[in-house]
Nanobody, 125 residues
Framework: HVQLVESGGGSVQAGGSLRLSCAAS????????MGWFRQAPGKEREGVAA???????TYADSVKGRFTISKDNAKNTLYLQMNSLKPEDSAMYYC????????????????????WGQGTQVTVS
């Protein structure tokens, strides 16, 4: 079965950096659309960054220029490099995967993704 396991979260001061990882297993990794989403207390889950099977990326406006999504197909691992972190970036971050190719707004829509990890907490103070 499909399994996604996030790691790399933690507490950091504003302006700092973190790199999140998502180890994937149980499916043909490099054919899936992958994404990072986040959810802060009392708020809806929102798309942060996505990457399709061809490596095309999509970012939320709030993280453009600060966050970079990438994947290592040989390691079946998705990454999110987060730089210049702000307190408003604090949230639970989730990795997601879907067998369909997502473009445009669908790449950032949580409802378009079938598989989810358990999340990793990021706190910026």
């Amino acid at each position: 079965h499909v399994q996604l396991v996030e790691s790399g979260g933690g507490s950091v001061q504003a302006g700092g950096s973190l790199r999140l990882s998502c180890a994937a297993s149980g499916y043909t990794y490099n054919t899936y659309s992958m994404g990072w989403f986040r959810q802060a207390p009392g708020k809806e889950r929102e798309g942060v960054a996505a990457i399709d099977s061809d490596g095309r990326t999509t970012y939320a406006d709030s993280v453009k220029g600060r966050f970079t999504i990438s994947k290592d197909n040989a390691k079946n691992t998705l990454y999110l490099q987060m730089n210049s972190l702000k307190p408003e970036d604090s949230a639970m971050y989730y990795c997601a995967a879907d067998p369909r190719r997502h473009m445009g707004w669908k790449a950032m829509a949580p409802d378009e993704y079938l598989y989810w990890g358990q999340g990793t907490q990021v706190t910026v103070s």
